[in-house]
């Protein structure tokens, strides 16, 4: 247990869905992340929450939609997906007394769109 | 932008062997290397970092350098033991301010 917890750890839905995932950390930290991981690829960073602020959205598709409420608590919406779009989606949350590039990751939500 | 690639995409060595994993990095301005290590359904885990003022880092079994000149930096891990099979990321960025940049990741297997 790393302190980031994320849910669910699996979810399957058709493309015509619209779900979430969800994200918590109480580690004090003040920044939170979204990223993907697929197969032979590098973790893409989709999403970075600074205090609640957007900082960084790197070019993610708009039916990812992100939602940050408090800096505890991090969330994806998802509608419209696509086959391509199933992946691992990990969550992560940083602190700047460790280092802003320190990161502390959730075991991850394995999403397939059929 | 920063680019990080990483080799191999897999490595097996005997018990009690070492593993080495190689990354290089194309912005000269990226000052701080991380490696990152993910089990089997577990999400990513910092195991040990550098900072581009230092040379070389030494944690227990594990090591990394850098080579700041030729823009490269490798992971260390000497006496290897079933339990270090995992999948092994670098990555580099500048400062605390920008994000990681990953490389693709090593699939190390370490044989009983």
């Known amino acids: 247990e790393t302190g980031v917890t994320q849910t669910p750890r699996h979810l399957v839905m058709g493309m015509t869905n619209k779900k979430s995932l969800k994200c918590e950390q109480h580690?004090?930290?003040?920044?939170m992340y979204w990223y993907k991981q697929s197969a032979k690829k590098p973790l893409e960073l989709m999403f970075v929450?600074?205090?609640?602020?957007?900082?960084e959205n790197n070019s993610v598709p708009s039916r990812f939609s992100p939602e940050c409420p408090n800096s505890s608590h991090l969330f994806l919406h998802l509608h419209t997906l696509q086959p391509e779009d199933s992946a691992l989606y990990l969550c992560?949350?940083?602190?700047?007394?460790?280092?802003?590039?320190?990161?502390?990751f959730g075991a991850g939500s394995r999403l397939t769109v059929l | 932008g920063e680019n990080v690639e990483q080799h191999p995409s897999t490595l097996s060595v005997q018990e009690g062997d070492s593993a080495v994993i190689k990354c290089t990095y194309s912005?000269?301005?990226?000052?701080?290397f991380p490696w990152y290590k993910q089990e089997l359904g577990k999400g990513p885990q910092l195991i040990i970092d550098?900072?581009?003022?230092?040379g070389e880092k030494k944690d227990q079994r594990i090591a990394v350098t850098l080579n700041k000149t030729a823009k490269h930096f490798s992971l260390h891990i000497t006496e290897t033991q079933p339990e270090d099979s995992a999948v092994y990321f670098c990555?580099?960025?500048?400062?605390?301010?920008?994000?990681?940049?990953f490389g693709k990741g090593t699939r190390l297997s370490v044989i009983a």
């Open positions: 992560a949350s940083s602190s700047p007394l460790a280092g802003a590039n320190v990161l502390t």
């Open positions: 580690l004090g930290h003040n920044a």
């Open positions: 929450y600074n205090f609640k602020e957007q900082t």
């Open positions: 912005d000269s301005a990226s000052n701080y």
């Open positions: 550098i900072r581009s003022n230092v």
């Open positions: 990555a580099a960025s500048f400062s605390g301010n920008t994000p990681l940049v």
